[in-house]
């Protein structure tokens, strides 16, 4: 962390012999550094205020003359394109950043004070011109590309290549932002020593102008969004994975979560060894289930009648139960009602209730224990009832709790 640092580069106008610095804070290493900053004061800068942070992340604020520069830059593991979050200027004529290539059209390159880049066309822009940067995938697998906007415009977007070894065919993608400013593309089995053209493209029509914040292209299609960290927040927590199905992955870190947003689950890392190590963790939703079980046929249970968790969620957590019997006996009869409780390791508990007379009766706290498994999940309660002699008796059983 550097606080309330004041830093005076070498003034080339006062001492010509010294060399000046490319950059105001140069990372010599290419990763595991977070760097934050709480009121850098800095004057004199060369290229840039920061060199190419690489797998490295910068957080906070620099002052430098008149400029605030104030940026959160995520960086996961194995981003391949160079200089993708703090766009650095080049030492052409152009201001293209360093590593990337325009490829054609009047265009012109803003730098902006809180670090982004600003696109913006001077006429009429085809639809697979920009900036351009290409990499070589050394590894075989699934890749993902995304780069953040700040202001993107309808006709804004990507135009990702991705070439065979040979580069001698290439397909085709042309993926637009969304409305929270991202543009994401997933390429899937990838060959090793293919390569990725990514091309942001800021418009078609003169003065379309696009914002980014920055570009990435990494390993895997696990990484969904990435946000600034909060001031606080461990490094950890700069993305939400989401998805439309239980993670087969295996998680980054403990703690991490997964959201199923097609179900609404939200799965909770316990471990990083296998996908496995997902566990759901989700809320609760009401339940309250009357049934009135019908007797079966010479003093046999009758079919079950089954209480179920709702829909989205595994289990049930049972509150309160309560048997109501109504109706006329006869002399020496009995009514019988059975709970079948089957758990999520395939075992199952019984109890049974019976009544010689009109009345209800509440299960006791202790009943209701008998009822939870330790390290078992309750998955579902059949409810069966009987009678020792046919007719005059209705049952109805009360059961009181949630679904999770």
């Avoid at 490319?22 to 709480?38: E, M, Q």
């Avoid at 200027?89 to 059209?105: A, E």
């Avoid at 913006?120 to 590309?145: K, M």
Wanted: proline residues 5%; aromatic residues 8%.
């Amino acid at each position: 962390m550097v606080s309330n640092v004041a830093v005076s580069l070498v003034n080339l106008a006062r001492h010509s012999s010294l060399t000046r610095p490319d950059y105001g804070i140069t990372f010599v290493g290419n990763s595991n550094i977070r760097l934050l900053l709480s009121n850098l004061d800095m004057f004199g800068a060369g290229k840039g205020l920061t060199s190419p942070a690489g797998y490295n992340i910068v957080d906070g604020k620099i002052l430098s003359g008149s400029s605030s520069f104030n940026k959160s830059v995520p960086y996961p593991k194995k981003n391949m394109l160079k200089n993708g979050s703090h766009f650095v200027k080049g030492i052409g004529s152009d201001d293209i950043p360093l590593y990337w290539h325009k490829t054609g059209g009047t265009m012109t390159v803003y730098y902006l004070t809180n670090g982004n880049m600003k696109l913006a066309t001077v006429d009429a822009y085809p639809r697979n011109e920009g900036i351009v940067q290409s990499c070589t995938l050394t590894e075989a697998g699934s890749y993902r590309v995304v780069v953040k906007a700040a202001n993107p415009n309808p006709r804004s977007g990507l135009l990702v290549r991705k070439w065979n070894a040979g580069k001698t065919n290439a397909v085709e993608n042309t993926p637009l932002f969304d409305q929270d400013g991202f543009c994401k593309l997933d390429l899937t089995g990838v060959l090793a020593n293919e390569s990725v053209d990514v091309l942001i493209h800021p418009g078609t029509t003169a003065g379309d102008a696009i914002e980014i914040e920055y570009a990435l292209l990494v390993k895997g299609t696990a990484w969904y969004d990435y946000r600034p960290v909060p001031s606080g927040l461990p490094a950890q927590q700069e993305f939400t994975l989401q998805g439309v199905a239980a993670p087969t992955f295996s998680p980054h870190y403990v703690g991490e979560q997964y959201i199923d947003t097609a179900n609404r689950i939200v799965y909770t890392a316990t471990g990083t060894s296998t996908g496995s190590d997902w566990v759901q963790s989700r809320g609760s939703l009401g339940l309250h289930a009357a049934l009135s079980p019908a007797d079966g046929l010479a003093h046999t249970y009758g079919a079950a009648l089954t209480v179920a968790p709702a829909a989205g969620f595994s289990g049930i957590e049972l509150a309160k139960v309560k048997i109501g019997w109504d109706g006329t006996f006869g002399p020496g009869q009995t009514d019988t009602i059975k709970f079948r409780c089957e758990y999520s390791d395939s075992t199952n508990v019984f109890m049974e209730k019976s009544a010689a007379a009109a009345g209800e009766e509440w299960l006791t706290d202790d009943e209701i224990a008998g009822f939870i498994k330790d390290g078992a999940v309750l998955v579902s309660v059949k409810v069966y009832a009987k009678s020792s002699l046919p007719g005059g008796v209705t049952k109805t059983v009360r059961l009181v709790g949630c679904s999770r």
